[in-house]
């Protein structure tokens, strides 16, 4: 069964960074998409970054735009999410996905199969 490790999660305050990781070990060949979306309570599910690992292209969500960076390092099997300039708006729990298709709708939580268990950021102001 594929299963995607996120790790990285933790406190910050506000105008701090964070580095989340995502473990695809044992599945990165298979996989074309890998994702990060997060879930804020009371929210629904957003997309906040992918990768497109064949073509290397990178998609942000319009409120993380040049503040997080999404990118592979694939020595590792690991798909990492650089958070910068965090604000207590960033707080939720984030999620990885994958899949082997490539996604059409990057930001459409339906369009992966494999999802990860989640990552706690807290950002306090």
């Known amino acids: 069964q594929v299963r995607l490790v996120e790790s990285g999660g933790d406190s910050a305050q506000a105008g701090g960074s964070l580095t989340l990781s995502c473990s695809t070990a044992g599945y990165t060949h298979t996989f074309n998409t890998v994702a990060w979306f997060r879930q804020a309570p009371g929210k629904g599910r957003e997309g906040v970054a992918a990768i497109y690992l064949g073509y290397r292209t990178t998609h942000y969500a319009d409120s993380v735009k040049d503040r997080f960076f999404i990118s592979q390092d694939a020595a590792k099997d690991l798909v990492i999410l650089q958070m910068n300039g965090l604000s207590p708006d960033d707080t939720a729990m984030y999620y990885c996905?994958?899949?082997?298709?490539?996604?059409?709708?990057?930001?459409?939580?339906?369009?992966?199969?494999?999802w990860g268990q989640g990552t706690q950021v807290t950002v306090s102001s």
């Open positions: 996905a994958a899949d082997s298709a490539i996604a059409t709708t990057w930001q459409r939580a339906e369009e992966y199969r494999h």
